[in-house]
């Protein structure tokens, strides 16, 4: 890492004189411990050690600059991206690693299912296009505010496709498992990482939480949430 | 194992149309593929959400007409969202240098176009260091565009857009 | 349009395990989904080549385990080569940290275990700075081990290698 030259002063561990300088600090800071890999960037794991080191200024009763704030929040996009579509794997170098495989395998006979794929349709497409453009033309102070308004729209959305049934869906697979278990995590009703999906899942659980029909505790900040049968 | 036991497997497995031959050569050596086939096309015909459909030399397993739309989200894509993503801009920008697109969509549109290219939903030609891109006629056929004319698929594009 | 016929056309689409929470979100609101799926178990377990089977938390169509062998030629692959290597060295050498894994396999191997973790056939818990893996009840389903014990799977698999 040959940052520290560009990084100046504030890489060198004293309080920083420019707090807007505190975000690349803490990036400087994280890559120089070895904590992220500045060559291969994990975007969830830097968001979560960004947010973590940001929790800790607050706790240390430091001033956080509204930047600090911003690229917080840039990088939690980024990290909901990430998470929403992880890239193709490319197997380019499969066939040198056959060469160094020492382990052999075996034949595993995986049973015989049906992979076909269906076409993307037009709409798809145009869908994607506005996502694209979105992207690109939004710049970043205006990307802050459209993660906000989505987050509305998502929850309006949420209300108008008919909540009880949401609601009903959900209370179904809880009372299933809290057949076998004690307490659910709120990960283990997610089936898949799209945001709406997600909303589908999450609104469903505050409208059944205010009914005292469950607990919900989250221990820590966007950590997992512990839901408990009270009610159902 | 029996014959129209076979038969129903190799079609269910394939997710694509089958030849009759493709069949033929799966089955014992007396069956008679056809009448299986006639046979399989009415029992589905009766009951449940599939049925089998038999076209001249083809044949396909599929889910009824009345239950596709609502099944629709559930089948995979067979192109990835970034994929997609990256086909949806070189349609509506086309002509567009890969250059400009990779300024888009990032350095991953580099191999986005490779597989467009494979999938022959996109040509490219050399244009000075970057190459020029398009759509092809596969990729008008792919989603039901009338016309190859690169103006009035950007135009449709740009209406839909609204 | 009814609730069976919705749940059939699903698993057929999906070509993957569905949960009962995906096929619960496709049928009517007053549709009992459990017992849907274990009345078309039942009934295609009496006739034909596919099987719905339940385990646990999935459903799944698939071929009947005597016809596999006979259409796997037709199939397409469901696990590509490089990810069914991961997950044949993850079998054979579990419980195995996933950096181990990675030596083995290389870099890609994070990939496929993200991959095989989504399809639940690995799971995963924190070991100091990486993870330790070892496959799922719905391995030894998928690759008919009769038992979920991984020493008895290890050893079915030596067995294999020879």
Same mark, same amino acid.
């Given at each position: +890492?040959?940052?520290?030259?560009? @990084?100046?002063?504030?890489?060198?561990?004293e309080?920083?004189?420019?707090?807007?300088?505190?975000?690349?600090?803490?990036?400087?800071?994280?890559?120089?411990?070895?904590?992220?890999?500045?060559?291969? $960037?994990?975007?969830?794991?830097?968001?979560d050690?960004?947010?973590?080191?940001?929790?800790?200024?607050?706790?240390?009763?430091?001033?956080?600059?509204?930047?600090?704030?911003l690229f917080?929040? $840039?990088l939690?996009?980024?990290?909901a991206?990430?998470?929403?579509?992880?890239?193709?794997?490319?197997?380019?170098?499969?066939?040198?690693?056959?060469?160094?495989?020492?382990?052999?395998?075996? @034949?595993?006979?995986?049973?015989?299912?049906?992979?076909?794929?269906?076409?993307?349709?037009?709409?798809?497409?145009?869908?994607?296009?506005?996502?694209?453009?979105?992207?690109?033309e939004k710049?970043?102070?205006?990307?802050?505010?459209?993660?906000?308004?989505?987050?509305?729209?998502?929850?309006a959305?949420?209300h108008?496709e008919?909540?009880?049934?949401?609601v009903k869906?959900v209370?179904?697979?809880?009372?299933?498992? !809290?057949?076998?278990?004690?307490?659910?995590?709120?990960s283990?009703? $997610?089936?898949?990482?799209?945001?709406?999906?997600?909303?589908?899942?999450?609104?469903?659980?505050?409208? +059944?939480?205010?009914?005292?029909? $469950?607990?919900?505790?989250?221990?820590?900040? !966007?950590?997992?949430?512990?839901?408990?049968?009270k009610?159902? | 194992?029996n014959d129209?036991?076979?038969?129903?497997?190799?079609l269910?497995?394939?997710?694509?149309? /089958?030849?009759?031959l493709?069949?033929?050569?799966?089955?014992?050596?007396?069956?008679?593929?056809?009448?299986?086939?006639?046979?399989?096309?009415?029992?589905?015909?009766?009951?449940?959400?599939?049925?089998?459909?038999?076209?001249?030399?083809?044949?396909?397993?599929?889910?009824?007409?009345?239950?596709?739309?609502?099944?629709r989200?559930?089948?995979?894509?067979?192109?990835?969202?970034p994929? /997609?993503?990256?086909?949806?801009?070189?349609?509506?920008?086309?002509?567009?240098?890969?250059?400009?697109?990779?300024?888009?969509?990032?350095?991953?549109?580099? %191999?986005?176009?490779?597989?467009?290219?494979?999938?022959?939903?996109?040509?490219?030609?050399?244009? %000075?260091?970057t190459?020029?891109?398009?759509?092809?006629?596969?990729f008008?056929?792919?989603?039901?565009?009338?016309?190859?004319? /690169?103006?009035?698929?950007?135009?449709?594009?740009?209406l839909?857009?609204?």
């Amino acid at each position: +890492m040959t940052s520290e030259g560009r @990084a100046g002063p504030t890489a060198n561990g004293e309080a920083p004189e420019d707090f807007d300088e505190r975000s690349i600090d803490i990036l400087v800071s994280l890559a120089k411990n070895g904590e992220i890999d500045p060559w291969d $960037i994990d975007i969830v794991d830097v968001t979560d050690k960004f947010l973590a080191q940001v929790a800790e200024l607050e706790k240390l009763d430091l001033r956080v600059s509204s930047r600090t704030l911003l690229f917080a929040s $840039i990088l939690l996009r980024m990290k909901a991206d990430a998470l929403e579509e992880p890239e193709p794997q490319d197997l380019d170098d499969e066939e040198l690693l056959d060469e160094d495989l020492h382990a052999c395998f075996p @034949a595993l006979k995986p049973k015989v299912r049906r992979h076909a794929k269906r076409r993307v349709t037009l709409s798809e497409l145009i869908h994607e296009l506005k996502k694209a453009t979105k992207r690109k033309e939004k710049s970043d102070v205006r990307r802050l505010i459209q993660l906000q308004a989505q987050e509305f729209d998502a929850l309006a959305v949420a209300h108008t496709e008919d909540i009880e049934r949401q609601v009903k869906r959900v209370q179904r697979e809880l009372k299933r498992r !809290f057949g076998k278990q004690d307490q659910v995590l709120f990960s283990e009703l $997610i089936v898949d990482n799209t945001a709406e999906h997600i909303i589908q899942t999450y609104i469903p659980l505050l409208f +059944m939480a205010t009914r005292r029909q $469950i607990q919900l505790e989250q221990k820590e900040l !966007f950590g997992d949430i512990l839901i408990q049968c009270k009610n159902l | 194992m029996n014959d129209r036991d076979l038969v129903e497997a190799a079609l269910f497995v394939a997710g694509r149309p /089958l030849t009759l031959l493709e069949l033929e050569s799966m089955v014992s050596l007396d069956a008679d593929v056809e009448e299986i086939v006639e046979s399989l096309v009415e029992e589905y015909r009766e009951k449940g959400a599939l049925e089998i459909v038999q076209t001249d030399e083809d044949i396909v397993m599929q889910v009824k007409g009345e239950y596709a739309d609502a099944v629709r989200t559930i089948a995979q894509r067979d192109l990835e969202t970034p994929v /997609l993503r990256t086909l949806a801009v070189i349609a509506f920008h086309q002509p567009v240098t890969q250059s400009k697109v990779a300024e888009i969509r990032g350095n991953k549109a580099y %191999g986005h176009v490779h597989e467009l290219e494979a999938r022959k939903l996109v040509e490219s030609e050399p244009y %000075g260091r970057t190459r020029m891109l398009r759509t092809t006629k596969a990729f008008a056929d792919y989603f039901g565009f009338e016309t190859e004319s /690169l103006e009035e698929i950007k135009q449709k594009i740009g209406l839909l857009l609204r």
